[in-house]
């Protein structure tokens, strides 16, 4: 399995520390082999997304192939940034996974009226959500086949 | 409609009345005087033309023989006459043989001898008042027998003028007369004439004139008087009705207008008080119904304040159910982040510095986590109580059987672990219910016995049994059981039966099934004998109508 799996662009949204603590861990210790950027608030994923503002720089803000995105943020919420990025041409293509605690019907529905392409709920137990982190890794990264490259800018 | 209306009506009648009634008398009076006068001239020309024959017959032997002592004697009698202002006698010359008048000059006037009309039959009459007949004095010359008999024929002839034809019989005789002896020569030998004055008659027509108008004056102010008197008695009957109209507009319903006649005020007198009693009894309904339809007027508006407190109230409800929702939202994801994070932090001890721990520190590190997960559970729990709450049921027809298979694969992991056996002991029906509550409810009774299973060999026993339009549906084990003072408590949220230590979970999954079982207008209770085993019954409505 280990080599099948390619090394997953991962850009994670989240502004709770504990939360990117437990979920870099869980990455490694799922063994998913990946390059995560993390960015704290709407906003600031906006900006790396479109390289405008402090990730003016593209080669510092690269595209990622897999967008985890929390609904409780910051400045811009996750469900607003889900908006933004569906109605976006380009960033559409982007798998987006809403990471959250809480499952909130309403969050859930409106996630997936929006164009989400998963709603996950972390697990309290931090084994269960490595449990998850493995699922995430082996069907995004290895059975989950992305759009082709002429769909990329 | 005040009083003067009244007045007016009557005064108008007699008025109109009155003025017709002086119209036709003037006109009356007139053409009775026309006629009068026209009568008393006739008479008065015939009763001379009478007397100048008479004259003419008597002075024809005066004149022949010229006699004026005669003819005087003969004009002295006829002037005696009233009407007659004076008598003359002519020759054939017209030279006057006697005049006598009432006013000798007057002598003059009626001298005839320069009159070419002499010769001519005629008499004359004057316009003025007085009236001139000249008749003249005939004999007849040719005489077959002796002259007597032919003067006596011959005098007759030249009264009948044109203006007599319509007159009596003796016209005609004298006509018949003149037919008779019409070959025979006449000779005027002489003419009278008689002055008729006319004013002693016009003086007695005046008279009567004046009386007659009197009279008709006398007639017209009795009428008028009738009149008023009628006019009056007609719009009594009018009066009372337009009073008792006035009355009745102002809502006095109760006078009536007395009838006393049997013509069309009357009817319409009777017609009114009909009327009257029908707006009385109209009235009084419209009163009842004024009242009524303000009495609804105010339960509407009651109804409508109500409705209104009722959608505000509504509104209210639903703020606040949103408000509880996000409330518990919050709550149980604020809950949770710290949780997982002990959870995390106390797992990357585990492993990261399990060789620098002792047994004691392991097992306080396990307990972090079981008491972790306790929170977790709990708060989990109570989510989905809101939950069920807040949700309606989704009904849709669900085979048991399934269920039962389901909560037995979701629970497979315990089930093998505390060797359980589920046996379903007859067919299990098909009901129209919310799968996934009854789904929750199945799991959490049969992990209940699995849970609380003491024995080492576990067997559950499912079932069903129709009673009284329920599915009565159960799950049996032959656990430790269940002491009969807590078969109420257990279904009540966070009860604890017996020892910490002797059961797991939280006391919500009860509490959830028999919220999800209410909610189908089911029940759910306990049947149990301590040390031999708990039946769940679960009794679901079996007909579709029963479930809401």
């Not at chain 1, 929390?70 to 559409?92: F, H, Q, R, S």
């Not at chain 2, 009345?17 to 009568?39: E, R």
Request: contains cysteine; hydrophobic residues 40%.
């Amino acid at each position: 399995m280990k080599k099948e799996q390619k090394i997953i662009r991962l850009l994670l949204v989240e502004d709770n520390p504990d939360d990117i603590a437990i979920t870099q861990r869980a990455f490694k210790e799922a063994n998913v082999i990946n390059k995560m950027w993390i960015v704290n608030d709407g906003q600031e994923a906006l900006d790396f997304l479109n390289h405008t503002g402090p990730y003016e720089d593209a080669s510092k803000s690269p595209r990622p192939e897999l967008i985890l995105l929390d609904i409780n943020l910051p400045k811009i919420n996750g469900i607003e940034v889900l908006k933004i990025i569906k109605k976006d041409e380009d960033l559409k293509k982007i798998p987006t996974i809403m990471l959250t605690v809480s499952k909130k019907d309403e969050d859930i529905i409106n996630s997936y009226d929006i164009g989400c392409n998963s709603f996950i709920q972390k697990p309290v137990e931090f084994e269960k959500f490595v449990e998850a982190v493995k699922e995430i890794g082996l069907y995004w990264g290895v059975l989950n086949i992305e759009p082709p490259d002429e769909g990329k800018k | 409609m005040n009083y003067k209306f009244k007045l007016n009506l009557q005064v108008k009648w007699t008025m109109y009345i009155a003025v017709i009634i002086f119209f036709t008398a003037g006109i009356g009076i007139l053409l009775f005087v026309k006629q009068g006068i026209k009568d008393a001239k006739e008479t008065l020309q015939q009763k001379g033309i009478i007397l100048a024959e008479n004259l003419a017959y008597n002075s024809k032997y005066g004149v022949l023989a010229e006699n004026k002592d005669l003819l005087s004697g003969y004009i002295k009698g006829i002037i005696k006459i009233k009407e007659v202002s004076c008598a003359a006698v002519y020759n054939s010359k017209g030279s006057l043989l006697a005049y006598e008048g009432r006013d000798s000059n007057d002598s003059k006037k009626h001298d005839l001898s320069d009159s070419k009309e002499l010769s001519s039959i005629e008499h004359k009459i004057n316009s003025g008042s007085y009236l001139d007949i000249v008749v003249p004095v005939t004999i007849i010359e040719e005489q077959r027998d002796s002259g007597e008999s032919g003067l006596f024929m011959s005098d007759n002839a030249l009264v009948g003028l044109d203006e007599k034809k319509e007159d009596s019989s003796s016209v005609t005789l004298e006509s018949a007369l003149f037919e008779k002896n019409i070959d025979k020569q006449e000779k005027i030998i002489g003419k009278v004439l008689i002055e008729m004055s006319e004013s002693i008659t016009l003086a007695k027509i005046q008279k009567m004139r004046n009386i007659s108008i009197l009279i008709a004056f006398l007639i017209m102010m009795i009428a008028i008087g009738v009149i008023i008197l009628m006019v009056k008695a007609m719009v009594k009957p009018i009066n009372s009705l337009v009073e008792a109209t006035q009355k009745a507009a102002k809502g006095d319903f109760d006078s009536n207008v007395a009838v006393q006649r049997n013509d069309e005020l009357g009817m319409l007198g009777n017609a009114f008080n009909a009327m009257l009693r029908d707006l009385k009894i109209t009235t009084v309904s419209r009163d009842t119904l004024v009242v009524e339809v303000n009495e609804r007027k105010k339960s509407e508006n009651a109804l409508k304040q109500s409705e209104k407190e009722l959608v505000e109230y509504s509104k209210q409800l639903t703020k606040t159910n949103k408000e509880l929702d996000e409330f518990i939202h919050i709550i149980s994801h604020d809950l949770k982040e710290p949780l997982r994070a002990i959870d995390a932090y106390s797992a990357f001890i585990n492993k990261d510095f399990s060789a620098c721990l002792n047994d004691d520190g392991k097992n306080y590190l396990a307990r972090i986590k079981t008491n972790a997960g306790r929170v977790q559970l709990l708060i989990e729990n109570i989510y989905e109580l809101v939950r069920i709450e807040k949700n309606s049921i989704q009904l849709e027809k669900t085979e048991i059987e399934n269920i039962i298979h389901e909560s037995a694969y979701i629970l497979d992991h315990s089930i093998k672990e505390k060797n359980a056996e589920i046996i379903i002991k007859n067919r299990l029906p098909v009901i129209t219910c919310d799968r996934n509550g009854i789904l929750k409810v199945f799991v959490n009774l049969i992990s209940n016995a699995v849970k609380f299973s003491n024995k080492k060999k576990l067997v559950i026993e499912i079932g069903c049994r129709n009673h009284d339009g329920f599915y009565q549906l159960y799950v049996k084990d032959n656990g430790p059981g269940i002491e009969e003072k807590y078969y109420d408590k257990i279904f009540v949220i966070f009860q604890r039966l017996g020892k910490r230590e002797d059961f797991e979970g939280t006391g919500t999954g009860l509490t959830v099934s028999k919220r999800i079982i209410e909610k189908h207008n089911g029940s759910i209770w306990v049947e149990s004998i301590l040390g031999e085993g708990s039946t769940f019954y679960v009794a679901l409505p079996n007909h579709k109508g029963g479930i809401q």
